[in-house]
C-alpha cells in the first residue's frame, strides 16, 4: 500500500556533525512537507515543496537547515551543523490535495 | 491569528464512553480541518476533515462539529474503545497546505 517512506528512522548524532534525512513521497503527490515535533513546540512546519519547488521555508532556520528534492521521489532535509537543540523527531509528509500523509519519522538525537 | 488552540491537554475516558476534543481558530481564512491521530512511534494520520460549509460530519465513531460563527470546532468519539489511546491533533490550513496544528491530546480510554 502507498505510503510516505522515511529514512532513517533513528539517528544518534555528535553536535556539530551534518545529518540528512531522506523522504520518498507517495507516488503522484505533488506536494511534500517537512514537519519537527518537539514535546515543547508540537508541531512545526518546516518547508514545503509543490512540483519540487520550494513554496515556503519561512518555518526552518536558515543558517543549518537546507531542505531541497532532487526528483519527484526524494525529498532530503540536511542539519549542517547539528545542535543538541535540533534534537526532535522530523516527518515528513506528501499530498495531491488538502489531505498531508504523514511518514514515520526520523527520530533525531543531538548529543 | 495564526493559532490553533486544543483543549484539554490529556483525556482519560472509560470504555463505552463518549470523547470530546474542542479546538478554536482566530483565522477566519482557514477553510480545512482536518484531524489527525498519532499512535506512540508513528506518525500523524488523518482521521476525519471538515470544511466550513458543513456543521457536521461523521465517518463510523468519529463526528466532527463545526460552529462558524463561533470558530470553534470538536471531535467526537463515540463508544470509545482501548484502541483509541493515543494522541490526537486539530489543526487548520487555508488552501496553502501550510497546516497548523493544534497542541494535541492525549486520550486515553480504559478498559
Known amino acids: 500500500d502507498a505510503r510516505v517512506t522515511q529514512t532513517p528512522r533513528d539517528k544518534v548524532t555528535e553536535m556539530g556533525q551534518e545529518v540528512t534525512m531522506r523522504c520518498q513521497p507517495i507516488?503522484?503527490?505533488?506536494?511534500v512537507f517537512w514537519y519537527r515535533q518537539t514535546m515543547m513546540q508540537g508541531l512545526e512546519l518546516l518547508a514545503y515543496f509543490r512540483n519540487r519547488a520550494p513554496l515556503d521555508d519561512s518555518g526552518m532556520p536558515k543558517d543549518r537547515f537546507s531542505a531541497e528534492m532532487p526528483d519527484a521521489t526524494l525529498a532530503t532535509l540536511k542539519i549542517q551543523p547539528s545542535e543538541p537543540r535540533d534534537s526532535a523527531v522530523y516527518f515528513c509528509?506528501?499530498?495531491?490535495?488538502?489531505?498531508?500523509?504523514f511518514g514515520q519519522g526520523t527520530r533525531l538525537t543531538v548529543v | 491569528q495564526q493559532q490553533v488552540k486544543q483543549s484539554p491537554q490529556s483525556l482519560i475516558v472509560q470504555k463505552g464512553g463518549i470523547s470530546i476534543i474542542n479546538c478554536a481558530y482566530e483565522?477566519?481564512?482557514?477553510?480545512?480541518f482536518p484531524w489527525y491521530q498519532q499512535f506512540p512511534g508513528k506518525g500523524p494520520a488523518l482521521l476525519i476533515a471538515i470544511r466550513p460549509d458543513v456543521s457536521e460530519k461523521k465517518e463510523g465513531r468519529f463526528t466532527i462539529s463545526f460552529n462558524k460563527s463561533a470558530k470553534q470546532f470538536s471531535l467526537h468519539i463515540m463508544d470509545s474503545q482501548p484502541g483509541d489511546s493515543a494522541t490526537y491533533f486539530c489543526a487548520a490550513s487555508s488552501g496553502t497546505y501550510k497546516y497548523i496544528f493544534g497542541t494535541g491530546t492525549r486520550l486515553k480510554v480504559l478498559a
Open positions: 483565522n477566519t481564512a482557514f477553510d480545512y
Open positions: 509528509a506528501s499530498g495531491l490535495g488538502t489531505e498531508a500523509f
Open positions: 507516488l503522484g503527490h505533488n506536494t
